[in-house]
């Protein structure tokens, strides 16, 4: 609003010179002599660069604020920022454009996990061994980017995001599950496995994802 109203100020100050320019223009046989007038004011020129000889008072006045309403319009679509949109990195149609991308690896993802029998170490250490869509190496860089998407400003650091949050406590509780697997801890495991589940619906809560059983269900 700041930006299109010193904008107009700009085009009425300049419409208000060429009326000036126009009302004190000398009359040549009844029309404005233009020339003169321009050639102190240096105003308007033709595409080839010849100064506007002759017009009459009226057509000059009303040439003037239609090219200067013109300009006005066309500049102001060209140059004011897209708050409403968000911007490209900040909400908006990129957030839309990362649902797209990521919801169907963090479901493909979730699902997997969810599906596991976390007592079975050969299955955990199978879901976090693979790098298709369904495994953890899959999940956890789609599970993040996710979160960043929840942007409302391209300024905001991501870890200040309530998603990249949420997200981290649940990739913090797989950490522990991937340790005790690595020592063939079955107990520690699972445990570990159970705390992760709960963090997890937090998480997909805050990337507007349905909660893990009926994720696991679909």
Same mark, same amino acid.
């Given at each position: 609003f700041f930006f299109v109203t010193m904008k107009m100020k700009q085009i009425i100050v300049f419409i208000g010179c060429c009326h000036a320019a126009a009302a004190f223009a000398p009359f040549v046989?009844? @029309?404005?002599?233009?020339?003169q007038t321009l050639d102190s004011h240096a105003c308007f020129s033709d595409a080839g660069g010849d100064v506007i000889t002759h017009t009459t008072r009226r057509v000059f006045v009303d040439d003037t604020i239609k090219g200067s309403l013109g300009i006005f319009i066309a500049s102001t679509v060209a140059s004011t920022p897209a708050y409403a949109s968000g911007g490209a990195t900040a909400g908006g149609a990129y957030?839309?454009?990362?649902?797209? @991308?990521?919801n169907k690896r963090v479901i493909a993802g979730v699902k997997s996990l969810l599906s596991l029998d976390a007592r079975d170490l050969s299955q955990v250490e199978a879901f976090f061994s693979s790098p298709e869509e369904g495994g953890w190496e899959d999940l956890s860089a789609a599970g993040y980017l996710l979160a960043n998407a929840f942007r409302t400003s391209s300024?905001?650091?991501?870890?200040?995001?309530?998603?990249?949050?949420?997200?981290?406590?649940?990739?913090?509780?797989?950490?522990?599950?991937?340790?005790?697997?690595?020592?063939?801890?079955?107990?520690?495991?699972?445990?570990?496995?159970?705390?992760?589940?709960?963090?997890?619906?937090?998480?997909?809560?805050?990337?507007?994802?349905?909660?893990?059983?009926?994720?696991k269900q679909m």
């Open positions: 046989g009844g @029309r404005v002599n233009v020339q957030l839309l454009s990362a649902k797209q @991308r990521y300024t905001k650091a991501p870890d200040s995001l309530p998603s990249v949050k949420k997200w981290k406590a649940f990739a913090k509780e797989m950490e522990l599950v991937q340790r005790s697997l690595s020592k063939k801890d079955g107990e520690k495991t699972f445990a570990s496995y159970k705390n992760a589940e709960e963090k997890l619906d937090a998480y997909l809560e805050a990337v507007e994802l349905p909660p893990g059983m009926e994720l």
